[in-house]
């Protein structure tokens, strides 16, 4: 017999609370004690572990969702769910903790497809893509990061039973816009209106049409919201006006930042524009800028300490580290906040001065603004509310909910402001809340090898490319080659031969050929399945495993639309190898077998029809009425024969037109 009894000297840290370790119990064991008050780190691993408590009181907090936990309660943790313990209580909790592998059981915990919603459950899920700066309208190199992304991941998410919205809207009070408006004689108000409208109708092109679209400026509820939630961050004593160093202009005497001055980027040397740099992703003070020179005059601008409101982040690290412990943080991001904390300090201005945003309440720092980009953490919440207005939902961006999930999509010059900036400022406008957040970062999009500009016009436009006919075929192609991990480079001539050559010349040969077979053999109703052969069964699993595949690639953990758009394309040219040898012999003696063959094509068609849905929503609902079906609105669970005699009508569908047939169909 092995006994174990809880020793208070043999414990130590580990996972943010106290641990000891006991041998010979067969699985690991050890004790574990939470003092009053405290609460383990987030984490996850790949053993089934048990924790059994004997004493005090607290919650277990299993991916987001809460459990009291007292003496007597035995709680098993499933490989990978991210959990922590707390103890609510006023005394010591302590608990045993029993932990094992089983290969087989992790293996099939991480290949669980999102049907499992593991992270998610019956959570209202809050997908945000950027808001866009409202100086231009959209080109493909914003559409192919995060608005595709967000989008096909709703659609994904809603077709797994999760409640699931996506929210944008225009970042009306960038300095960006000022700049423009300038350079066109207008009013900012008037550059952000012209252009939101725009953006909204370009994304509406695109068929993408946010459940929540906030144009910050038109809003009235908008600036006494943020000035708010400004006021309860000065409330907590860690953002004060502070007198750092500041840079102005040599001759009007103008304070400059973001647009209005560059220089070299102090951690990477790159240039660069104030405040961020695009190249590393590290923020900037201005002040620090090496050689930095004014838009205005290409002169050196003049440095002078100025009092702004400032955060000293470098005081958050530990907070960052646990938060980046809870939600996906691709190791890009955590190395970016490595990059920046690392440093001694990081006091970051966050207002301005400027006649173009909203004035905070408090006093000391008169003419100027909350900064744009903390202000951006509160038009999240702010969007929230405003969604939740419209579903009878009672959520207040004053008072952030425990079980709220938050996935952002942004650009990787946005890193540092979305998972650095923004969960230090609702850690101290929120004490209490936890946000739960994921993490989806894209790189840049290139054009001619060089980055698409809005500024700078280098761009390809969402509204000269995109049409009815045309939608589908440019979503396919940038998900397939969009910027993820990676710079990627659009290429028109790249683009006109996957549309040429891949969408026409594959997919939609298959498709009309597979329709005119139905015609002439089965006079256009799917036939039944008759008898199998090896191949038959061997095809039928492949296209399980593609089913697989595209449900990874979709999900909130191994999202990638690369891999969604590679994995859907191959269930085409699957499909297309497993038909060239099929029908060899097609004469009466190979009916049953000929019509097993062609029910497991239309499989194949059904099985595209559901899982491109996300990626390409109009070619799969006119795929799925070519196949007399209904939605796609349920993700497929497993791949599935056609109904036995249902009308088809594939052989003059068209699904995808080359260029030159839309330019006349168009005239």
Same mark, same amino acid.
């Given at each position: 017999?092995?006994?174990?009894?809880?020793?208070?000297?043999?414990?130590?840290?580990?996972? $943010?609370?106290?641990?000891?370790?006991? @041998?010979?119990?067969?699985?690991?064991?050890?004790?574990?004690?939470?003092?009053?008050?405290?609460?383990?780190?987030?984490?996850?691993?790949?053993?089934?572990?048990?924790?059994?408590?004997?004493?005090? /009181?607290?919650?277990?907090?299993?991916?987001?969702?809460?459990?009291?936990?007292?003496? $007597?309660?035995?709680?098993?943790?499933?490989?990978?769910?991210?959990?922590?313990? @707390?103890?609510?209580?006023?005394?010591?909790?302590?608990?045993?903790?029993?932990?094992?592998?089983?290969?087989?059981?992790?293996?099939?915990?991480?290949?669980?497809?999102?049907?499992?919603?593991?992270?998610?459950?019956?959570?209202?899920?809050?997908?945000?893509?950027?808001?866009?700066?409202?100086?231009?309208?959209?080109?493909?190199?914003?559409?192919?990061?995060?608005?595709?992304?967000?989008?096909?991941?709703?659609?994904?998410?809603?077709?797994?039973?999760?409640?699931?919205?996506?929210?944008? $809207?225009?970042?009306?009070?960038?300095?960006?816009?000022?700049?423009?408006?300038?350079?066109?004689?207008?009013?900012?108000?008037?550059?952000?209106?012209?252009?939101?409208?725009? *953006?909204?109708?370009?994304?509406?092109?695109?068929?993408?049409?946010?459940?929540?679209?906030?144009?910050?400026?038109?809003?009235?509820?908008?600036?006494?919201?943020?000035?708010?939630?400004?006021?309860?961050?000065?409330?907590?004593?860690?953002?004060?006006?502070?007198?750092?160093?500041?840079?102005?202009?040599?001759?009007?005497?103008?304070?400059?930042?973001?647009?209005?001055?560059?220089?070299?980027?102090? $951690?990477?040397?790159?240039?660069?524009?104030?405040? *961020?740099?695009?190249?590393?992703?590290?923020?900037?003070?201005? +002040?620090?800028? /090496?050689?930095?020179?004014?838009?205005?005059?290409?002169?050196?601008?003049?440095?002078?300490?100025?009092?702004?409101?400032?955060?000293?982040?470098?005081?958050?690290?530990?907070?960052?580290?646990?938060?980046?412990?809870?939600?996906?943080?691709?190791?890009?991001?955590?190395?970016?906040?490595?990059?920046?904390?690392?440093?001694?300090?990081?006091?970051?201005?966050?207002?301005?001065?400027?006649?173009?945003?909203?004035?905070?309440?408090?006093?000391?720092?008169?003419?100027?603004?909350?900064?744009?980009?903390?202000?951006?953490?509160?038009?999240?919440?702010?969007? *929230?509310? +405003?969604?939740?207005?419209?579903?009878?939902?009672?959520?207040?961006?004053?008072?952030?909910?425990?079980?709220?999930?938050?996935?952002?999509?942004?650009?990787?010059?946005?890193?540092?402001?979305?998972?650095?900036?923004?969960?230090?400022?609702? =850690?101290?406008?929120?004490?209490?809340?936890?946000?739960?957040?994921?993490?989806?970062?894209?790189?840049?999009?290139?054009?001619?090898?060089?980055?698409?500009?809005?500024?700078?016009?280098?761009?390809?436009?969402? =509204?000269?490319?995109?049409?009815?006919?045309?939608?589908?075929?440019?979503?396919?192609?940038?998900?397939?080659?969009?910027?993820?991990?990676?710079?990627?480079?659009?290429?028109?001539?790249?683009?006109?031969?996957?549309?040429?050559?891949?969408?026409?010349?594959?997919?939609?040969?298959?498709?009309?050929?597979?329709?005119?077979?139905?015609?002439?053999?089965?006079?256009?109703?799917?036939?039944?399945?008759?008898?199998?052969?090896?191949?038959?069964?061997?095809?039928?699993?492949?296209?399980?495993?593609?089913?697989?595949? &595209?449900?990874?690639?979709?999900?909130?953990?191994?999202?990638?639309?690369?891999?969604? +758009?590679?994995?859907?394309?191959?269930?085409?040219?699957?499909? &297309?190898?497993?038909?060239?040898?099929?029908?060899?012999?097609?004469?009466?003696?190979?009916?049953?077998?000929?019509?097993?063959?062609?029910?497991?094509?239309?499989?194949?068609?059904?099985?595209?029809?559901?899982?491109?849905?996300?990626?390409?929503?109009?070619?799969?609902?006119?795929?799925?009425?070519?196949?007399?079906?209904?939605?796609?609105?349920?993700?497929?669970?497993?791949?599935?024969?056609?109904?036995?005699?249902?009308?088809?009508?594939?052989?003059?569908?068209?699904?995808?037109?080359?260029?030159?047939?839309?330019?006349?169909?168009?005239?």
């Amino acid at each position: 017999m092995k006994i174990t009894h809880y020793e208070p000297g043999a414990l130590s840290a580990a996972f $943010g609370i106290d641990m000891s370790s006991v @041998e010979g119990f067969g699985p690991g064991a050890g004790w574990g004690r939470v003092p009053a008050g405290g609460a383990s780190d987030a984490h996850q691993h790949d053993e089934t572990e048990v924790f059994v408590i004997v004493q005090g /009181t607290g919650d277990l907090v299993v991916d987001g969702e809460r459990t009291p936990a007292a003496p $007597g309660t035995v709680a098993m943790f499933e490989p990978f769910e991210t959990h922590v313990i @707390e103890n609510t209580g006023s005394d010591d909790l302590l608990f045993f903790d029993l932990y094992w592998r089983d290969p087989a059981h992790a293996a099939r915990a991480a290949a669980a497809d999102a049907a499992d919603r593991r992270r998610f459950g019956a959570r209202p899920v809050f997908v945000f893509s950027t808001p866009p700066t409202p100086n231009g309208d959209l080109h493909l190199g914003h559409l192919s990061g995060p608005y595709l992304g967000a989008d096909a991941f709703v659609r994904f998410q809603r077709m797994n039973g999760v409640q699931a919205w996506h929210l944008t $809207g225009s970042d009306d009070y960038q300095s960006y816009v000022a700049e423009r408006a300038r350079r066109d004689g207008r009013e900012p108000a008037e550059t952000a209106a012209h252009f939101s409208a725009e *953006i909204a109708a370009t994304l509406a092109l695109m068929d993408i049409r946010p459940d929540q679209y906030t144009v910050t400026d038109a809003d009235p509820s908008y600036p006494d919201g943020l000035r708010a939630f400004f006021t309860r961050l000065v409330d907590s004593g860690s953002v004060n006006p502070r007198s750092t160093p500041a840079l102005f202009d040599a001759e009007t005497g103008a304070y400059v930042y973001e647009v209005d001055v560059s220089g070299g980027c102090p $951690g990477c040397s790159a240039p660069t524009s104030g405040n *961020i740099c695009e190249e590393c992703g590290e923020p900037n003070v201005c +002040a620090d800028l /090496t050689d930095p020179r004014t838009r205005r005059t290409g002169e050196p601008p003049r440095r002078a300490d100025l009092a702004r409101y400032c955060l000293p982040l470098h005081e958050f690290r530990d907070d960052l580290a646990a938060h980046h412990e809870l939600g996906r943080v691709p190791v890009r991001l955590r190395e970016l906040a490595h990059r920046v904390l690392s440093g001694a300090r990081l006091d970051l201005p966050v207002t301005h001065p400027s006649g173009w945003g909203v004035n905070p309440a408090e006093t000391g720092a008169d003419g100027q603004v909350i900064w744009v980009w903390p202000e951006m953490s509160y038009g999240f919440l702010h969007g *929230i509310e +405003a969604l939740g207005r419209g579903l009878g939902k009672d959520w207040k961006a004053a008072a952030p909910q425990q079980d709220w999930k938050i996935v952002h999509f942004f650009g990787y010059d946005n890193s540092f402001y979305h998972s650095l900036l923004y969960p230090v400022l609702y =850690k101290l406008a929120f004490p209490g809340w936890e946000p739960d957040i994921d993490y989806h970062v894209n790189e840049f999009y290139l054009l001619e090898h060089q980055k698409f500009s809005t500024s700078r016009g280098h761009a390809v436009w969402g =509204k000269d490319v995109l049409t009815a006919d045309s939608v589908d075929a440019v979503r396919f192609f940038l998900a397939r080659t969009r910027p993820e991990g990676r710079r990627t480079n659009f290429d028109p001539a790249a683009y006109e031969s996957a549309l040429a050559d891949t969408l026409i010349g594959t997919w939609q040969r298959w498709l009309g050929d597979l329709g005119s077979r139905v015609d002439a053999w089965y006079d256009g109703q799917a036939p039944d399945a008759g008898v199998w052969t090896p191949e038959h069964t061997a095809f039928l699993a492949r296209l399980g495993v593609r089913l697989a595949a &595209v449900t990874q690639s979709l999900g909130q953990d191994g999202f990638s639309l690369n891999q969604a +758009a590679d994995e859907l394309h191959g269930i085409v040219e699957d499909t &297309v190898r497993f038909t060239a040898r099929e029908y060899l012999l097609t004469g009466p003696a190979e009916k049953d077998r000929t019509r097993t063959a062609l029910a497991l094509e239309l499989a194949a068609a059904r099985l595209l029809a559901r899982c491109s849905a996300p990626v390409m929503p109009r070619f799969a609902g006119r795929l799925a009425a070519a196949l007399g079906l209904t939605g796609p609105e349920v993700w497929p669970a497993t791949p599935e024969l056609l109904p036995a005699g249902t009308k088809v009508s594939l052989s003059d569908a068209v699904f995808f037109r080359a260029t030159d047939e839309k330019a006349t169909s168009d005239d």
